[in-house]
């Protein structure tokens, strides 16, 4: 019987023996040949009786060899579809298995031919059966070991050249790696390009010593321009030169194509490199930066190609300023409105000192003051007037703790802070800021009286305290347009500054057409209506020009230029602007 295990190799297959199938003719069953006894004597009859058994025998042997004949056959179908299913199968097929598959499961495979055939065998008890069957099985069982024997030797060449591909391409990565020390002996560098160059010859071992070159050439330069293209994406341009001159044979006889390409990237570095430590050494805003790399271009020192690729840049760097600085404020301004939110009870006043600074700096102070009037609490007329109607005993006698609690609900934050100073001041203390506040106060309420917004005595009805708070709200919306357009949020209004503001809002006045016999003439302009706003206008050389005919982005941008010019904004001036532009 075949022993199938051990190791075998290609060049050493284990044989299985051979036998010739026991080949069983058919033939005619016997027929009985009896005659009556009273024809024949005794003897005869026994003779002929004798005759008759033995070939009776002989016709039950004939059957047994058919049936073994036939059981064997069966058992060889089975055997078949086994060994079909182990060397066939899509999935675990030894056949349809590669590369390093194929090496590791050469004996496993073995193992598992060997198995089905016992499996059979064991359940064959027939000799004549077993006999049959071990001819046929032998036969196929030798077929199937060649052929795994034959995809072995074919796959194991396969799997040792993957290997040597797998080696040389992991040389490659090692030299890119260690680039840092191309240019020591002994170092990782010599030893991943010593070690790729031998697997390039081992896998080219049958080409003639020309071709072996060129291959390891090729391999050399696709590694050589990795290296080069990465030193220059690190800025080492300089390293990348120095790299490419020692390096310039095996890439020119392996990708002679490359060598122009190469020799532009470095053009092309340098002049990033020498863009950027330029860029690094300007000084001033974007047009002084400009202006230094424009003269040292009409100078001489760097080309027309640097002087584009440095101004380039002095533009990018600062725009990404511009953008970091304005995601600064932004944050600034985000945390200012966090804590207000999360603690109604506080002022603007009561930020903490760094981001109260932090937004002063940035002339964002307003913006918040602005967020903690508008977002929180609304102002209520009545009570800003009642408040300022009161005598400065009167003030005195609050305390600052009750007042806070009894109008927190009905005052917004900059009312507060103004009412607090004027009681501070009333009580013969008060800060350097109080005594600020309450002169920006007493100068708006002075005004609102020139004018007839506010009594001189007494409190202000409904009418007179809603006027008032709109006229005040106007005041404040400038003052504070001032410090940050004109001041830069450095600093405050100073008392000069404010009563220009002041007397600004009230010379802008405006006329209102009326369906009736007279117009409304000298109306201020924040204290129009919504339905007057359309009706408002101004004359200018005789002509009406009304408000609502002035393009919005018009009014924006004649309202700059008067800012721009340190002159009070009124909408005649607005007016008058745009009739002149427009008749140009």
């Not at 199937?144 to 080696?167: F, K, P, S």
């Not at 240019?183 to 080409?207: C, I, M, R």
């Not at 408040?387 to 006698?397: C, G, H, K, M, R």
């Not at 101004?538 to 800012?563: H, R």
């Amino acid at each position: 019987m075949l022993q199938a295990s051990g190791n075998r190799g290609p060049h050493n297959m284990a044989k299985v023996p051979m036998y010739d199938t026991p080949q069983v003719g058919a033939s005619v069953a016997p027929v009985s040949t009896f005659q009556a006894v009273d024809a024949i004597d005794a003897g005869k009859q026994a003779s002929q009786m004798g005759q008759a058994v033995g070939k009776l025998a002989e016709g039950v042997g004939i059957m047994q060899n058919n049936l073994a004949e036939a059981n064997a056959k069966a058992s060889d179908n089975q055997l078949a579809d086994r060994l079909r299913t182990l060397m066939h199968d899509p999935d675990i097929g030894y056949m349809n298995q590669i590369g390093k598959s194929a090496v590791e499961g050469r004996e496993t495979t073995i193992a598992a031919l060997d198995a089905a055939r016992k499996e059979m065998v064991d359940n064959i008890s027939d000799p004549l059966h077993r006999q049959m069957f071990d001819a046929v099985a032998d036969r196929r069982m030798q077929a199937a070991l060649e052929q795994v024997d034959g995809h072995y030797a074919q796959q194991t060449n396969i799997y040792r050249q993957g290997q040597t591909e797998a080696r040389a391409k992991g040389s490659a990565a090692d030299m890119q790696a260690n680039w840092t020390t191309w240019n020591q002996p002994n170092s990782p560098y010599a030893t991943a390009k010593a070690t790729g160059v031998g697997e390039v010859n081992e896998l080219f071992k049958d080409a003639s010593p020309e071709q072996r070159e060129q291959k390891v050439a090729e391999y050399l330069a696709g590694t050589h321009v990795n290296i080069v293209n990465n030193m220059v994406s690190l800025g080492r341009t300089d390293m990348a030169r120095q790299y490419m001159d020692a390096n310039a044979k095996e890439i020119e006889r392996g990708a002679p194509q490359a060598m122009d390409n190469l020799n532009k990237l470095l053009q092309t570095s340098d002049v990033k490199d020498q863009s950027l430590r330029l860029s690094y050494g300007l000084q001033g805003g974007l047009k002084e930066q400009i202006r230094s790399v424009d003269e040292m271009f009409k100078a001489g020192k760097i080309s027309a190609e640097v002087r584009d690729a440095t101004v380039q840049r002095a533009e990018h760097n600062w725009q990404t300023q511009k953008a970091n600085q304005a995601e600064g404020e932004k944050s600034l301004l985000g945390a200012a409105q966090d804590f207000l939110m999360k603690n109604p009870d506080k002022t603007v006043s009561d930020l903490p000192p760094n981001l109260y600074n932090g937004l002063k700096d940035t002339g964002h102070l307003a913006t918040i003051v602005s967020f903690a009037k508008s977002g929180r609490y609304d102002n209520d007329p009545m009570t800003w007037a009642h408040i300022n109607s009161l005598t400065v005993p009167e003030l005195a006698a609050y305390n600052p703790t009750s007042f806070y609690t009894e109008f927190r609900g009905k005052l917004d934050d900059a009312h507060m802070d103004k009412a607090l100073a004027m009681i501070a001041v009333a009580q013969g203390g008060g800060s350097a800021n109080h005594l600020e506040i309450t002169t920006v106060s007493d100068r708006v309420k002075s005004a609102a009286r020139s004018v007839g917004i506010l009594p001189y005595k007494g409190t202000p009805n409904e009418n007179e305290a809603r006027q008032f708070s709109t006229f005040e709200t106007a005041v404040d919306q400038r003052v504070q347009a001032f410090e940050q357009s004109q001041l830069g949020g450095k600093r405050k209004a100073s008392p000069d500054e404010l009563q220009k503001i002041i007397d600004g809002v009230l010379l802008d006045k405006v006329n209102v057409h009326s369906s009736m016999w007279f117009d409304k003439t000298n109306k201020l302009t924040p204290l129009l209506t919504e339905e007057e706003q359309g009706k408002a206008y101004v004359n200018v050389g005789g002509q009406q020009i009304y408000l609502s005919s002035i393009p919005t982005d018009a009014q924006m941008k004649y309202t700059q230029k008067l800012q721009q010019r340190g002159i009070p904004v009124t909408q005649e001036r607005i007016a008058q602007l745009w009739a002149a532009d427009k008749g140009k």
